[in-house]
């Protein structure tokens, strides 16, 4: 019984300590959806000085990813330099400024500001807080542990959708200044994490961090001696070496599969999805938008458990056929219905030479963006971070981590950017057409070209990309 009371205690304080970190997330996924709300009502603003047209709604809702371009490296130098707990309270400053920047803004400019500050925050958060979950976790909780994160990214989304139906802008931003002051308030009664401390020489503050994290009863030097185990083996790579087959090849399949995940359009439709309800003939667009924030939070609850049980492959090229069909279907919608002034949209689809009131058809937009948005949220949100921990040997696993979201949040930016572009030049079905056929594409990418890894060693996923290493192995 004794045992059990120590067990139960060990795991509920990495709870505790994870769902405090996961705040962060939980402002990242709230960073992302506000602009789905917002948008609406900045484009119908009464005051002049901050209405927004959509051009400027577009840089608002891009913003967001240069902002986190940049947090990405800072958040890897501050990570470093003030601890992983230092580094998610420091991030939090640039969370409050930008929504408070937003929330007072009196103008355009204020409002581009306080959008790039706050992607700051969000590339920072995004690299810090799945660091400190797995660094505080024991093995066998790390994986459900760190799958939290990005459930508490869906719940910020949620969040963002429903607070937006029942406030305007202003006050949707007030409201995500509440998060971070928490944020930074309860950190400060978790450890730092343990390998940090260590690998900065602080014995005494790790041994401390160990007792409180796993109970009193452990052998706290046994438990060090594990962790600066890791410290010793670390090789130092060299560029020649980086340069080999066993990282390029990875390093080619991680960054086309992180292009692939922001170009099927996720985040064009994420940002502007109340907008494009709206653009469909709903009457409460941002009410019915929350549908897709409740199947983002199903969906990513659901891939928590098979995850391991179906692979990444599957899901994945299950996921694109599914991310395909659903918007070509919302392409279709789009060219058929007739809006409520009668006038007929001109689309790119020609074959279909009949319209019909969106009221009659609007479970098919519905059903398509719920079908989207399951689909990627099994699949194309998760596993592609998860591929990027799993396919580098551990010493390239930095840098080659590093350029691999990089992409991720260039393309997203490019994605997010260009929505309106493709809008007036392909009009809405030409554009969901085209993020359809990206989709496919990505369905026959992974199909054809990415290996599983399910089940699979860290040595033996190397041996995958290694022929050498391969041929050498085989023979023994």
């Known amino acids: 019984m004794a045992n059990q009371n120590i067990q139960s205690s060990r795991v509920s304080r990495m709870i505790i300590a994870t769902i405090i970190a996961c705040l962060g997330p939980l402002l990242f996924g709230y960073a992302l959806g506000y602009s789905s709300s917002a948008l609406i009502d900045l484009e119908t603003e009464s005051t002049p000085a901050v209405r927004l047209t959509k051009t400027e709604g577009s840089w608002f809702s891009a913003l967001v990813n240069i902002g986190a371009l940049l947090g990405g490296p800072l958040g890897g130098w501050l990570i470093e330099a003030f601890g992983r707990k230092g580094g998610i309270m420091v991030c939090c400053v640039p969370f409050e400024l930008g929504w408070l920047l937003i929330c007072y803004a009196k103008n355009?400019?204020?409002?581009?500001?306080?959008?790039?500050?706050?992607?700051?925050?969000?590339?920072?958060?995004?690299?810090?807080?799945?660091?400190?979950?797995?660094?505080?976790?024991?093995?066998?909780?790390?994986?459900?542990?760190?799958?939290?994160?990005?459930?508490?990214?869906?719940?910020?989304?949620?969040?963002?959708?429903?607070?937006?139906?029942?406030?305007?802008?202003?006050?949707?931003?007030?409201?995500?200044?509440?998060?971070?002051?928490?944020?930074?308030?309860?950190?400060?009664?978790?450890?730092?994490?343990?390998?940090?401390?260590?690998?900065?020489?602080?014995?005494?503050?790790?041994?401390?961090?160990?007792?409180?994290?796993?109970?009193?009863?452990?052998?706290?030097?046994?438990?060090?001696?594990?962790?600066?185990?890791?410290?010793?083996?670390?090789?130092?790579?060299?560029?020649?070496?980086?340069?080999?087959?066993?990282?390029?090849?990875?390093?080619?399949?991680?960054?086309?599969?992180m292009i692939f995940q922001q170009f099927c359009g996720v985040n064009a439709v994420l940002f502007n999805c109340a907008a494009i309800f709206k653009e469909a003939g709903f009457e409460d667009a941002k009410a019915v938008s929350i549908i897709v924030a409740g199947v983002e939070f199903v969906g990513t609850a659901c891939a928590i458990f098979i995850m391991d049980k179906a692979g990444r492959k599957l899901l994945l090229w299950t996921g694109g056929l599914g991310m395909a069909i659903s918007l070509i279907a919302l392409a279709v919608y789009f060219e058929i219905y007739i809006p409520k002034d009668g006038s007929v949209t001109e689309g790119i689809i020609h074959t279909i030479h009949h319209s019909v009131p969106a009221s009659k058809i609007s479970w098919l937009a519905i059903l398509s963006l719920v079908i989207f948005f399951l689909s990627f949220s099994v699949a194309w949100g998760p596993i592609p971070w998860i591929l990027m921990s799993e396919l580098f040997p551990l010493k390239a696993r930095g840098i080659a981590g590093g350029i691999s979201g990089f992409s991720n949040w260039t393309a997203g930016f490019i994605v997010t950017k260009t929505f309106v572009d493709f809008q007036s030049v392909l009009t809405p079905p030409g554009t969901f057409l085209c993020y359809g056929c990206i989709s496919f594409a990505a369905f026959l990418f992974v199909l054809f070209f990415l290996p599983e890894t399910k089940g699979k060693s860290l040595e033996e996923i190397e041996l995958i990309f290694d022929k050498s290493e391969k041929t050498e192995y085989e023979r023994i």
């Open 108 to 257: 355009i400019w204020m409002l581009y500001t306080g959008r790039l500050i706050s992607g700051l925050g969000v590339g920072m958060i995004s690299l810090m807080v799945p660091v400190y979950i797995a660094e505080i976790s024991s093995p066998n909780l790390r994986g459900a542990l760190c799958s939290v994160s990005q459930l508490a990214l869906t719940i910020g989304l949620l969040m963002s959708f429903a607070f937006g139906v029942v406030v305007k802008w202003r006050w949707l931003a007030l409201i995500a200044a509440v998060p971070p002051a928490l944020l930074i308030s309860l950190m400060l009664f978790m450890p730092e994490t343990p390998v940090w401390l260590l690998s900065h020489h602080k014995r005494m503050e790790a041994v401390k961090a160990l007792k409180w994290l796993k109970g009193p009863s452990i052998n706290s030097e046994d438990e060090c001696h594990a962790i600066e185990s890791n410290f010793d083996n670390r090789a130092q790579m060299t560029l020649k070496e980086f340069c080999q087959p066993p990282i390029l090849r990875p390093l080619f399949l991680t960054v086309i599969v």
